[in-house]
T-cell receptor, first 114, second 112 residues
Framework: DTAVSQTPKYLVTQMGNDKSIKCEQNLGHDTMYWYKQDSKKFLKIMFSYNNKELIINETVPNRFSPKSPDKAHLNLHINSLELGDSAVYFC?????????????FGNGTRLTVT | QKEVEQNSGPLSVPEGAIASLNCTYSDRGSQSFFWYRQYSGKSPELIMFIYSNGDKEDGRFTAQLNKASQYVSLLIRDSQPSDSATYLCAVKVGQAGTALIFGKGTTLSVSS
């Protein structure tokens, strides 16, 4: 199936730990994103990569580091996790060159920091 | 700062009625506009997009865009209980590249 897939689906960890979330898309898109959705359901852009190049880096603590080894993959590593990092993290992809190209979302990773 | 505003709701309509969801945006450079639906615990899924002034229809859904008023809306005709979800308005902002800026969503509840 063509899709955006991210792992793990759930992540429960303690404060201070380091964790990674992986994302892969087989839609042939050239742009990938990380979004954070907080407890109030607000979906906020964190990072955007186009052809492995960082395009958007919103005001995100530098404990968050995205890595894009190729156009089809975008991973998110989080150091020294804090309680406020608890949220659902969505990976998404699109054709960046097209102004009417929608985002296709993965199923999300629910991160709980205790 | 680029903003997308939506009434959080909840918007409650009876089955069979028309649900009207509204969205305003601050950046006049915005190029295209998207409506997503998100069920609880699920990922956002695209309903439709619009980039020209006027109306665009797709089945029971109609998107309306007025760039002069910086306003976009979504009408859902013959609302069904299965339409109960959070509806997210999103705007593609040219200067930011290709990212979508989302509103906080409107929760729709359709009662049978």
């Amino acid at each position: 199936d063509t899709a955006v897939s991210q792992t793990p689906k759930y992540l429960v960890t303690q404060m201070g730990n380091d964790k990674s979330i992986k994302c892969e898309q087989n839609l042939g898109h050239d742009t990938m994103y990380w979004y954070k959705q907080d407890s109030k359901k607000f979906l906020k852009i964190m990072f955007s990569y186009n052809n492995k190049e960082l395009i958007i880096n919103e005001t995100v603590p530098n404990r968050f580091s995205p890595k894009s080894p190729d156009k089809a993959h975008l991973n998110l590593h989080i150091n020294s996790l804090e309680l406020g990092d608890s949220a659902v993290y969505f990976c998404a992809s699109s054709l960046g060159s097209s102004y009417n190209s929608p985002l296709h979302f993965g199923n999300g990773t629910r991160l709980t920091v205790t | 700062q680029k903003e997308v505003e939506q009434n959080s709701g909840p918007l409650s309509v009876p089955e069979g009625a028309i649900a009207s969801l509204n969205c305003t945006y601050s950046d006049r450079g915005s190029q295209s506009f998207f409506w997503y639906r998100q069920y609880s615990g699920k990922s956002p899924e695209l309903i439709m997009f619009i980039y020209s002034n006027g109306d665009k229809e797709d089945g029971r859904f109609t998107a309306q865009l007025n760039k002069a008023s910086q306003y976009v809306s979504l009408l859902i005709r013959d609302s069904q209980p299965s339409d109960s979800a959070t509806y997210l308005c999103a705007v593609k902002v040219g200067q930011a590249g290709t990212a979508l800026i989302f509103g906080k969503g409107t929760t729709l509840s359709v009662s049978s």
